[in-house]
């Protein structure tokens, strides 16, 4: 999907902060990247006026396998886990709910799952899992009742948001005092960003238009009203990637390369890992 009418682009102020003011970064198959003059902020800037649409249609929501081995099932046993000291009413919500895997496993723990989702592929997967409470509507929009759910879920989806600020504030209202929210998300700050540049395998200006950091990430949390935020990051790799059409680059020599394994067990100690893991908690216990 090359740009070439620039009458499909909106152009829109920084999502955190309101602030129009911003630099451009670089621009990657036609999508200009720009950090926020006031806060920081990375976006893309201006954006696909159908963005929306694009993830109801295509987008990435129903990306994932067809089925999880034993291991990946064992991971999200040990993430569940740590929604166990918030069960209280016994209901778990993930925003972008995908094909449903971590709401299947959770079911199997008890708990009452809600899913949230609009992706059509993904909605198709979904509505075939009898244990979900499907609701067919945008992040920024859903209406739980206040002070209804236990824990929020999160996982590669802020990023795809209009406005993360718009939907943060609606999970607020949905948990109950004390209540978690867990988010996954890409580093922008990360040592793969730095080292492979524009060409990171998770820059994709018509999917991914907020990019965040440890330091806007969680002073959006505490705008919305979570305290206690944790950020950590893991993982590094080297791979670059264009999406118009989509292929992958070769990557090209680094010095880092021969140092691969080791940064990645290692980098889990400092904030520039590429996957970000944050939690947060709402107010008020």
């Not at 918030?86 to 723990?109: D, H, I, S």
């Not at 009452?112 to 899992?129: F, P, Q």
């Not at 943060?168 to 998300?185: K, M």
């Amino acid at each position: 999907m090359m740009i070439s009418q620039l009458e499909t682009m909106i152009a829109v102020p920084c999502d955190l902060c309101r602030s129009p003011t911003h630099e451009a970064l670089f621009i990657k198959e036609g999508f200009r990247h720009v950090r926020c003059l006031n806060c920081g902020m990375v976006f893309v800037s201006p954006r696909l006026a159908a963005h929306r649409e694009i993830q109801r249609q295509s987008g990435t929501g129903a990306m994932g396998d067809d089925e999880l081995t034993p291991a990946q099932r064992r991971r999200l046993r040990r993430e569940l886990k740590l929604y166990e000291p918030f069960r209280k009413q016994n209901r778990l919500l993930e925003v972008g709910a995908g094909r449903g895997w971590f709401l299947e496993e959770a079911a199997q723990k008890g708990w009452e799952t809600w899913g949230l989702e609009i992706n059509s592929c993904a909605l198709h997967y979904l509505r075939k899992r009898r244990s979900i409470h499907l609701v067919v509507e945008a992040a920024e929009d859903f209406a739980a009742p206040p002070g209804s759910m236990d824990a929020v879920r999160m996982w590669d989806v802020i990023e795809h948001l209009q406005s993360p600020r718009a939907a943060l504030g609606r999970v607020y209202t949905a948990l109950r005092p004390g209540g978690l929210v867990h988010i996954s998300t890409t580093n922008f700050a990360s040592l793969s960003r730095w080292v492979n540049g524009p060409e990171w395998v998770y820059l994709n200006g018509s999917d991914h238009i907020h990019l965040f950091e440890p330091s806007t990430i969680t002073a959006l949390l505490r705008h919305s009203g979570f305290h206690l935020v944790r950020v950590r990051t893991r993982s590094f790799n080297l791979r670059k990637k264009l999406y118009h059409p989509e292929r992958e680059l070769p990557s090209s020599w680094s010095p880092l390369r021969p140092l691969r394994k080791i940064i990645d067990e290692t980098i889990r100690f400092t904030c520039y890992g590429h996957q970000m893991i944050v939690t947060a908690v709402k107010s008020g216990d």
